[in-house]
């Protein structure tokens, strides 16, 4: 049995299912939600290792559309659908506030579709029309609230949206104008035979634009610190965690090294890119009051590390950005969920109003804790390994000011999360929050995946500190270069 | 040169874009650059004098492939008026939740969101 199309056909029928049965049943969304994203997460775990292709309806390679399973596939799989499975787990509760179950999951499904599409498809325009399934399902989850912030958020960032994926689609025009192909393994072949050219730099240049604006890269970063506190905490928590990698950073990083083929000006442009979202993310988060408005900023700042990680080039840099990438994913994700149960419990996120919850909300409090000592990097979590390897990457390539750079960016991100700590959960409980009491238990346990999650993923680093388990397959592919594939 | 036409209507939506305080202006600006998007599609794929592509029975296969435009990107175009469609779709719903919520379809008033 062929598991790859299944990841894509999967969400995508059942999000059809969803309105259709739900009517009569009223558990149904909420069941059938989290058996597809439990369904999709045993499915990627037993990709692990294995590699494959898939020809859409027969069609052999020049003609129809393939898709591609590799170790670098694998790894975003193993994080679209582990993020997607708590954030479907938090929902269930969390989302009894808002009107329409039923719209709600079907949207949602029809986002993992889109991404898991994304991460495998070979395919230029089919990639392009996975992005905007992906894209504009989330353009309506942000809106979902239909109050003004989210409007107002949801306009800017499908806007915006629409544009970087205008940009796309001309950059995909242009490269098929030059290779005459849209197969990604045919044109990498035909790109590295025909050299560097005018076309093929300007449609670079729009795919950086294009994906530096779906990834929220510092030039194009502004819808972002809009769009993820509008959305609702488990759809910010995909958004953060997985939707700007899988379709910013995986995409740009695939094209970069699989498909162009890596050149020295490429690595410079990427390093620059994530040198200023590091430094002015951390900057702009650290002045917020908002709680989950604080936490979108910090996703520029750490997307920042993992662009500069990409950016260096070297296995060891590659291997940190893309661990740093699944962490990132993991602790973000449990943050936003954090700060939808916080808000769930007291109704606001701005952290004046806030103050001792760590004594009403125990569970909330500590998850919290271990998510925002691994975002700024404390040994012994997962993030500060990941910092670690891209640090050390930056000092072993010569790149001296470039890990000066990052070890000051985290310990901003220190500060700024200690700031977090301090006025939400630790300072005395005001007056108004004395009768607040925990999220209920799924919501609970949602969390509660994501921070062991947090913790076991720290072990990972033991398998080697240059080749951890699963990120050494993945940085295996991007090392290789311009792929060939049977 | 036809090119160029088309990066001009492209660059005329971008500007309508970044420039008009009207949502609803926004979103023709953004349909128009997905109407520019498309004709560098079909563009693309053209060829001066060519004909159709659609094989029939008589018509000699080497002459065809030498003389029809590339059918690939109209297939394109297809998928991408579709998903501009579903966009816009989607665009001008959010205009209209917009009116009901501000009373006023004007970007600089709806301010809610800042810093």
């Known amino acids: 049995m062929n598991l790859i199309p299944l990841f894509v056909a999967i969400p995508l029928g059942v999000a059809f299912i969803i309105p259709m049965v739900s009517r009569k049943l009223k558990w149904a969304p909420d069941l059938l939600g989290n058996l597809t994203l439990a369904c999709l997460t045993v499915m990627a775990f037993m990709t692990i290792g294995q590699t494959g292709i898939y020809h859409m309806g027969g069609w052999q390679t020049p003609l129809g559309i393939d898709l591609r399973l590799d170790g670098l596939t694998t790894l975003m799989l193993i994080a679209i659908n582990v993020i997607g499975l708590a954030a479907t787990i938090f929902s269930v509760q969390y989302m009894t506030r808002y009107t329409s179950k039923l719209r709600y999951y079907s949207l949602f499904l029809f986002m993992v579709a889109g991404m898991n599409g994304v991460v495998l498809t070979g395919d230029m325009f089919n990639l392009y029309v996975f992005l905007e399934i992906a894209a504009i399902s989330s353009y309506a989850l942000v809106a979902f609230g239909c109050e003004h912030e989210e409007l107002e958020a949801s306009f800017k960032y499908a806007i915006l949206g629409s544009v970087a994926s205008g940009f796309i689609l001309i950059g995909v025009a242009l490269i098929y104008g030059i290779t005459g192909t849209l197969n990604m393994a045919q044109m990498a072949v035909k790109l590295s035979a025909a050299g560097p050219s005018k076309p093929l730099i300007l449609a670079f240049a729009l795919f950086i634009c294009g994906f530096g604006l779906k990834s929220a890269l510092v030039p194009f970063h502004a819808w972002l610190p809009d769009a993820h506190p509008s959305a609702p905490a488990p759809v910010s928590a995909m958004l953060s965690g997985v939707v700007i990698k899988a379709l910013g950073i995986y995409v740009l990083v695939r094209l970069i090294f699989n498909v162009f083929g890596v050149t020295e000006n490429f690595l410079m442009i990427l390093r620059w890119l994530g040198l200023l979202s590091m430094v002015l993310g951390v900057f702009l988060a650290i002045g917020q009051w908002d709680m989950k408005r604080l936490f979108a900023y910090h996703s520029i700042s750490q997307i920042g590390y993992i662009v500069i990680g990409f950016g260096l080039g070297t296995p060891l840099g590659i291997v940190g950005a893309l661990f740093h990438m699944l962490n990132h994913s993991v602790f973000k994700s449990l943050l936003f969920l954090n700060a939808g149960a916080v808000e769930y419990a007291t109704g606001t996120r701005d952290l004046k109003r806030l103050g001792g919850l760590n004594k009403s909300m125990p569970v909330t409090a500590n998850t919290s804790l271990v998510a925002s000592m691994s975002i700024a990097g404390i040994p012994p979590l997962n993030g500060f390994w990941s910092k670690l390897i891209i640090v050390l990457a930056c000092a072993e390539s010569g790149h001296y000011w470039l890990a000066l750079a990052a070890v000051f960016v985290s310990l901003m991100t220190l500060a700024s999360f200690l700031k977090v700590q301090k006025y939400a959960f630790f300072e ?17 346990i949602a969390m509660l995946i994501l921070a062991v999650l947090c913790v076991v993923m720290s072990f990972l680093v033991l398998t080697g500190l240059r080749t951890p388990f699963l990120i050494d397959a993945a940085s295996r592919v991007l090392t290789t270069g311009v792929f060939n594939f049977p | 040169m036809i090119y160029s036409l088309c990066f001009i209507l492209i660059a005329v939506g ?51 492939t030498a003389n029809s435009v590339d059918p690939l990107p109209q297939a394109l175009v297809l998928t991408s008026i579709v998903i501009s469609l579903g966009v816009l779709a989607l665009l001008v719903s959010i205009c209209i939740r917009l009116y009901e919520r501000y009373g006023t379809f004007d970007i600089t008033e709806m301010r809610k969101l800042r810093g």
């Open chain 1, 428 to 444: 005395s409980a005001k007056s108004t929050l004395k009768k607040v009491g925990e999220v209920p238990i799924l919501m609970r």
């Open chain 2, 14 to 64: 971008l500007y309508g874009v970044v420039v008009k305080k009207n949502v609803v202006k926004i979103v023709i600006s953004v349909a128009i650059m997905e109407y520019g998007i498309n004709l560098l599609l079909i563009l693309i794929g053209y060829r001066q004098g060519g004909c159709a592509p659609i094989l029939d029975k008589g018509m000699d296969l080497a002459a065809f």
